[in-house]
C-alpha cells in the first residue's frame, strides 16, 4: 500500500481503486438498475445498519448502510426469512442508500451444516444481485459486496459459543465459493477479527478470493486503548501485511468511539471525555485514515443508539443521536465532514511541521484541506499554508456547538499562502480554484437548419456561463441548444465565472452550415488485391458541392471476404478532411495459411442527413488468393537393396513460407509399403522458411528372388495449399538377388 498511496497530488488513494474496482463491477450489471444507483455506489461514506437509515441519510449524505443476514438451521431455506431484508433495502434503496450485505450463520438448538451455510448464501445472494433472475421486487439497489461470518474469533467471541475453528472455515470456503458461483461480479469482504483464525483460514481459502477488507475500528487516532494493538488503525496495515492480504482496499465497517476508560493519551494530555471530543476524534481520524491509505469506505456504527446501549454506556455515548434522538456535535460534524469530503479525487499527504497533520483532498471543482494538531500538543500559531489558488479561502472550524453551527472566517492569501493558527480541533480550508473555460458541440458542420448541442466542459469553481455562437445570439445556460438559421461559418466563445475569476474559450470557425448536402459516390479505383506482397486495395469516395467543411460518410461492408479476417478491420466511418473533394479506404489483406479462393470486399454507401448518396452508390474489389501450391518430383529415382541405397523424391512449395507446411501423399506402386522399403507416413512437412523438403524410400533386404520394384508417390488436394503439376513422382528399387 505504501508504494500506491504516497505524498504527492497525483498519487491515488485506496478508495480510487475501490471506485474502479466497484465501476467493472456496474458495468457488469443489468439494465434494471436506477441510474442514481450509479451515483450512490459511488460515495465514501454510510451509517447503520439498523434503525435511522431510511430517516437521516438524506440528511447526512450518506450512500452505503450494513445490513446483516443471519441463518440458522430452521431458516436457512425459508423465503419468511428475507421479508424483513426486503423491507430494509426497499427503504434504503429509496433514500439512495446501497446496503453491504453480512450472512452469519446462529445456532437455535445446533448448529447448521456448512452446506446449508452454503445453499442460504446462494439464495440470499441470488435475491439481492441484482442480475434480474429470482431478485426481490423492486430491486434497484442491488447488494454488490458481502461479508461472511462477521466477527468470529475460536478464541471466544459472542453468537459463536460452540462454533469450532474447522467449522468457520469450512463455513467460509463453502459460503465463498457458493457467493462467487452465484454472482460473478460480487465482492467478498472478509473480517480478520481474530488473526489465528485468519491464518487458519488462509491456508485454505486463497487470499485472492477475498476482495477488500471489513475492519472495524472503536480507538481514535491519538486516543488508542491498546497503542500496541494490531487492530489499532495505524497498526492495521501491518496486521494486513502479516496475514498475506494487504493491498486490497479496506472498508471501516464498523466506525465509533469509545469513551475509553483507561485509553493511553500523550504525556500531559487529560480528555475531558464529553461529545466534543468524540467529535472531534471523528474528523481526525478519518481525514487521516483516507489520507494515509488506509480507509476506502467508512460506515459509521449507529446512528440512534442500539437496544443494547441500555447495558452498555459506551454504545450510548458513541452514537450519532442521543437516547431521546437529539442530534449531537458529532452527527453534525459526520454531516460537514460528507459534505465536503465525499467524491474527492486524489488526497496528498502535507508535511507542515512536527505534530502537525494535514491533507488535501482534491475534487476537481475545489479543494480541502483538513489540519489540525496532535492530540496532547499544545496549539501551534503561524502555520504557513501554501499552494492556494482561490483570491479568498474559506476556514471552517470541524466541530459545531449543540446546535450544529460551525465557525467559519475567511482568509486573504497572500501570493497563495495563508497563515494559519491550528489546535488539536481539525479546520477545513476550502481552496476554490479559478475556473477554466472548456466545451464541445455535436454536430459541428450540416445542412440548414442546423440543431447544435453545446456541452460545457469547464473545471474549477463556475457559477455563470456566457456563451456566444457568433451568429448574434448568445445564452446563459450551462448546456444550450441552439439553431442556425444562415449558412456560413461561425465562431463560437464560452465565458466561465466564478468568486476566484473568469475564463474564456474561443473556437474559430467551429460550425461550419451549408445551404445544400453534398452528394457522395465510391468507387473501386484499385479494384484488385492479394494476400502477397503489399498489394492493396483501394475505394475512393467524393463528394460535390463546396469541401470547405469536414464530412463524416458511413459506409456498410459486404462481400464475400470477412471483415477483420481477410482483411484488416474497416470502421465503416470515413472522414473527408475541409478542404478535400475525395478520400480513400484502403483494404489491407491478412496473409493466411488457409486455402480459399478469390474473395470480394463490397462497400455500400449509407444515407445521413448530412449529405446525399449519389450513384455509384456501391464498389467491390477482389482480393486474389496467395495460398501455396506443391509439386513433388523424384529427385533421386533409383534405390538398391545393396547398401540400402534410398531413392529420394523431393516436395516443393511456392508462395507463402512463413509458416510450416505438412503436403499430404498417397503411396502406389508394385513394391510394398514397411515390407520392401521403410515404412513411409504418407505426410511430409516442410518447416518454416523453407521451400521444399525430402521423403526417402529406404529398401530393406529380403532374400526373396523378385525384379525390380516400383514406388509412386502422388500429392494429395488439401484446404492448406493447391497441387500443381507435377503431382505425381516415381522410383525404382532394384533387386540385388
Known amino acids: 500500500m505504501e508504494g500506491v498511496f504516497g505524498k504527492t497530488a497525483s498519487r491515488r488513494t485506496a478508495s480510487c481503486l475501490m471506485l474502479g474496482l466497484l465501476l467493472a463491477c456496474l458495468a457488469l450489471c443489468r439494465p434494471l438498475l436506477a441510474s442514481e444507483y450509479q451515483e450512490d455506489v459511488l460515495s465514501y461514506f454510510g451509517a447503520g445498519g439498523g434503525p435511522g437509515v431510511a430517516e437521516y441519510a438524506a440528511d447526512l449524505g450518506i450512500h452505503w448502510s450494513r445490513r446483516a443476514v443471519d441463518v440458522n438451521e430452521n431458516t436457512y431455506d425459508s423465503a419468511a426469512l428475507l421479508s424483513g431484508v426486503d423491507q430494509m433495502v426497499t427503504e434504503n434503496q429509496a433514500v439512495g442508500v446501497v446496503s453491504l450485505g453480512i450472512i452469519n450463520p446462529r445456532k437455535v438448538s445446533g448448529w447448521l451444516t456448512a452446506e446449508q451455510f452454503s445453499r442460504a448464501v446462494q439464495s440470499i445472494v441470488e435475491r439481492y444481485d441484482g442480475d434480474g433472475v429470482d431478485d426481490m421486487p423492486g430491486l434497484t439497489h442491488p447488494i454488490k459486496v458481502w461479508e461472511l461470518v462477521n466477527e468470529y474469533s475460536s478464541s471466544g467471541s459472542i ?117 466534543t471530543d468524540n467529535a472531534r476524534w471523528m474528523v481526525q481520524t478519518t481525514a487521516w485514515g483516507f489520507g494515509s491509505g488506509l480507509f476506502s469506505r467508512i460506515i459509521y456504527a449507529e446512528i440512534p443508539p442500539p437496544k443494547d446501549a441500555q447495558t452498555d454506556e459506551r454504545l450510548l455515548w458513541m452514537a450519532l443521536l442521543d437516547s431521546e434522538g437529539n442530534k449531537r456535535e458529532i452527527y453534525h460534524a459526520y454531516k460537514k465532514l460528507i459534505a465536503l469530503l465525499d467524491g474527492f479525487k486524489s488526497v496528498t499527504e502535507l508535511f507542515l511541521g512536527e505534530d502537525v497533520y494535514g491533507f488535501l483532498f482534491d475534487k476537481e471543482t475545489e479543494r480541502i484541506y483538513v489540519l489540525w494538531v496532535r492530540e496532547g500538543v499544545a496549539p501551534r500559531p503561524g502555520v504557513l499554508l501554501s499552494g492556494l489558488d482561490a483570491d479568498e479561502v474559506t476556514l471552517i472550524r470541524s466541530v459545531p456547538d449543540s446546535r450544529g453551527n460551525f465557525e467559519t472566517s475567511t482568509l486573504t492569501p497572500v501570493e497563495g499562502t495563508v497563515s494559519l493558527d491550528l489546535e488539536n480541533t481539525p479546520v477545513f480550508l476550502r481552496d476554490a480554484p479559478g475556473p477554466t473555460a472548456a466545451f464541445s458541440a455535436v454536430p459541428t458542420t450540416g445542412v440548414l437548419p442546423l440543431a447544435v448541442e453545446f456541452t460545457d466542459l469547464s473545471t474549477g469553481a463556475v457559477t455563470t456561463h456566457f456563451w456566444d455562437f457568433g451568429d448574434g445570439e448568445t445564452s446563459s445556460e450551462q448546456n444550450p441548444s441552439h439553431t442556425y438559421k444562415t449558412a456560413g461559418s461561425y465562431t463560437v466563445s464560452l465565458t466561465v465565472s466564478g468568486v476566484n475569476g473568469s475564463d474564456t474559450e474561443t473556437k474559430a470557425s467551429y460550425i461550419t452550415v451549408t445551404n445544400q448536402p453534398p452528394t457522395v459516390t465510391i468507387e473501386a479505383t484499385d479494384p484488385v488485391a492479394s494476400e502477397s506482397g503489399s498489394n492493396r486495395g483501394t475505394f475512393t469516395v467524393s463528394r460535390t458541392g463546396d469541401p470547405g467543411a469536414q464530412l463524416e460518410v458511413l459506409y456498410e461492408v459486404g462481400g464475400s471476404a470477412a471483415n477483420g479476417k481477410d482483411y484488416r478491420a474497416l470502421s465503416g466511418r470515413l472522414t473527408l478532411p475541409a478542404g478535400a473533394s475525395s478520400a480513400t479506404i484502403r483494404v489491407i489483406p491478412v496473409d493466411d495459411n488457409v486455402r480459399e479462393s478469390d474473395e470480394t470486399v463490397t462497400l455500400s454507401l449509407l444515407a445521413d442527413d448530412s449529405y446525399e448518396v449519389g450513384t455509384p452508390s456501391e464498389a467491390t474489389l477482389t482480393i486474389g488468393d496467395n495460398d501455396p501450391t506443391v509439386t513433388i518430383e523424384a529427385t533421386d529415382p533409383v534405390a538398391s537393396e545393396k547398401g540400402k541405397d534410398p531413392a529420394v523424391f523431393t516436395v516443393r512449395r511456392t508462395g507463402n513460407r512463413r509458416a510450416s507446411l505438412t503436403v499430404v501423399y498417397s503411396i502406389q506402386g508394385t513394391a510394398k509399403n514397411g515390407v520392401d522399403y521403410s515404412k513411409l507416413s504418407g505426410r511430409v512437412k516442410i518447416p518454416e522458411g523453407k521451400a521444399s523438403s525430402s521423403v526417402r524410400v529406404v529398401p530393406l533386404r529380403d532374400d526373396r528372388k523378385e525384379g525390380n520394384e516400383t514406388v509412386i508417390l502422388t500429392l494429395v488436394e488439401s484446404s492448406s495449399y493447391h497441387v500443381g503439376s507435377p503431382s505425381v513422382a516415381k522410383a525404382v528399387i532394384r533387386k540385388d538377388d
Open 159 to 275: 453468537g459463536y459459543e460452540g462454533l469450532s475453528q474447522s467449522d468457520f472455515l469450512d463455513f467460509m470456503v463453502q459460503g465463498a465459493q457458493a457467493l462467487k458461483n452465484t454472482c460473478s461480479d460480487c465482492l467478498l469482504a472478509y473480517d480478520p477479527f481474530d488473526k489465528e483464525d485468519s491464518r487458519a483460514l488462509l491456508q485454505v481459502l486463497p487470499a485472492d478470493t477475498i476482495d477488500l477488507i471489513s475492519f472495524h475500528t472503536y480507538s481514535p487516532l491519538d486516543v488508542p486503548a491498546d497503542p500496541a494493538s494490531c487492530y489499532y488503525a495505524p497498526n492495521f496495515k501491518g496486521l494486513l501485511q502479516e496475514l498475506g492480504i494487504d493491498g486490497k482496499p479496506v472498508w471501516v465497517t464498523e466506525y465509533a468511539f469509545y469513551d475509553h476508560e483507561g485509553a493511553v493519551f500523550n504525556p500531559g494530555y487529560v480528555p475531558a471525555g464529553d461529545q
